[in-house]
């Protein structure tokens, strides 16, 4: 942990630190992104959805059991894990061959959880972006295989101020719990690094 974070924990707001904490980390996953490539394969955009499908359909069931009642009420997350299931399905993807991420965080209290949401929730940012991009690439008719990316469509952004909103108004008693969120968001990022690290 960063010793200057300390110094602004209450001069920041949550969002504020998390953007400015997580920058590098967010970077490096960018960077790694096989999708962020000039030139990309199908076989790229599989991988890319296996990894995706890994890392969040174990978190969609640790938020369902654990902390649906707590967050829902206020922020509905988008896991789209249907969407993905959907896409590999349609790409003749055997999903009984994709285990579950060896890298997941530490999600133990509900601040680890909006941490983990900062993540997830920021992914779905640049989906419209990569959709066109692959249309472009394989055509019109792997439309059907892009339910994910496609996502919210133009509600994408929407979605995205609905999750800050909630985020800006989200109770954070004391600095300790700060940290959980931010630490959390971090090891998010890793999670995603480490995956496209070894996949």
């Known amino acids: 942990m960063d010793k200057k974070i300390y110094s602004v924990l209450n001069e920041k707001s949550i969002r504020e630190l998390l953007k400015e904490q997580t920058k590098d980390y967010h970077n490096s996953v960018e960077n790694l992104n096989y999708l962020s490539k000039d030139s990309i394969s199908k076989i790229d955009y599989i991988n890319f959805l296996k990894i995706f499908y890994r890392v969040i359909d174990p978190i969609e069931q640790l938020y369902i059991i654990k902390f649906k009642s707590e967050i829902d009420n ?86 995205w101020k609905q999750f800050l909103k909630f985020l800006d108004e989200f109770k954070i008693i004391d600095d300790s719990s700060k940290l959980e969120l931010i630490e959390a968001a971090k090891n998010m990022f890793n999670c995603f690094a480490n995956e496209f690290r070894v996949s």
Do not use: C
Request: hydrophobic share 40%; aromatic share 16%; proline share 2%.
């Open 74 to 159: 206020y922020f509905q997350p988008s896991f789209k894990t249907d969407l993905i299931l959907s896409d590999l399905k349609n790409l003749a993807v055997d999903l009984k061959q994709i285990k579950k991420t060896e890298f997941l965080p530490k999600i133990e209290s509900k601040y680890e959880m909006v941490g983990v949401l900062y993540v997830l929730e920021g992914s779905v940012l640049g989906s419209a972006m990569l959709y066109n991009k692959l249309i472009a690439l394989f055509g019109e008719e792997f439309r059907d295989k892009l339910n994910y990316l496609y996502g919210y469509g133009k509600d994408n952004f929407v979605k």
